[in-house]
């Protein structure tokens, strides 16, 4: 069964920190994974696509590296911001054809100031 | 401006009664996708079409209808069949392509309470 694996659940932190989010995913074939921002009632909104050719890939003050062999993947956002807050979702589609998508629960994001 | 734009935003049903929820995208996106936020939980599929006048069953389709009679719209219809509807729907477009894009937009959700 595909599944996507995402921790912690929840973070809080001090504006202008720096934090690293965890996605496992056991989804196969793969070829690509992505992550999403969602702020509190509203959809979600694409960060970054990694394919399983890339390692690092960076958007603004966000950071997504991707381990094909242990099947991991991060999303690190540098000097947070208030308006960082928000739930992360780590998505895989099934891959080369199968392009159902497996989604992990999220991490919920807080920024404190 | 393109985007996909979800109506309304909130809304009541009442116990038996069924309920549409509207989704509308001018991206010119072929497959549209409906899904269902729950808290603690991925989003699941309730359904999905690919192309014009065709659609298939996700994995929680029971309690729900959908139509495509055009490519900008894909309506859900929750039924008095749905015993837990109480949710946020999203729905979603993808276009087709490759690297970034190539990519899934989604609409900002309604959210459906029974009451």
């Known amino acids: 069964k595909n599944q996507v694996e995402q921790s912690p659940q929840s973070l809080i932190i001090l504006e202008g920190k720096n934090c690293t989010l965890q996605?496992?995913?056991?989804?196969?074939?793969?070829?690509?994974l992505r992550w999403y921002k969602q702020d509190t009632g509203r959809g979600p909104v694409s960060l970054t696509i990694?394919?399983?050719?890339?390692n690092t890939k960076s958007n603004g003050r966000y950071t997504a590296t991707l381990d094909a062999d242990t099947k991991q993947s991060s999303l690190h956002i540098t000097a947070s911001q208030l308006s960082d807050s928000a739930s992360y979702i780590c998505v895989v589609p099934g891959g080369f054809g199968n392009e159902k998508l497996t989604f992990g629960t999220g991490t919920r994001l807080t920024i404190i100031p | 401006d393109g985007g996909i734009t979800q109506s309304p935003k909130y809304l009541f049903r009442k116990e038996g009664q069924n309920v549409t929820l509207s989704c509308e995208q001018n991206?010119?996106?072929?497959?549209m996708y409906w899904y269902r936020q729950d808290p603690g939980q991925g989003l699941r599929l309730i359904y999905y079409?690919?192309?014009?006048?065709?659609?298939q069953k996700g994995d929680i389709a029971e309690g729900y209808s959908v139509s495509r009679e055009k490519k900008e719209s894909f309506p859900l219809t929750v039924t008095s069949a749905q015993k837990n509807p109480t949710a946020f729907y999203l729905c979603a477009s993808k276009r087709e392509g490759t690297g970034e894009s190539y990519g899934y937009t989604f609409g900002s959700g309604t959210r459906l309470t029974v009451v």
């Open positions: 990694m394919t399983f050719s890339e």
């Open positions: 996605c496992n995913y056991t989804v196969s074939p793969f070829s690509n």
């Open positions: 991206l010119n996106h072929d497959a």
């Open positions: 079409s690919q192309i014009v006048n065709d659609f």
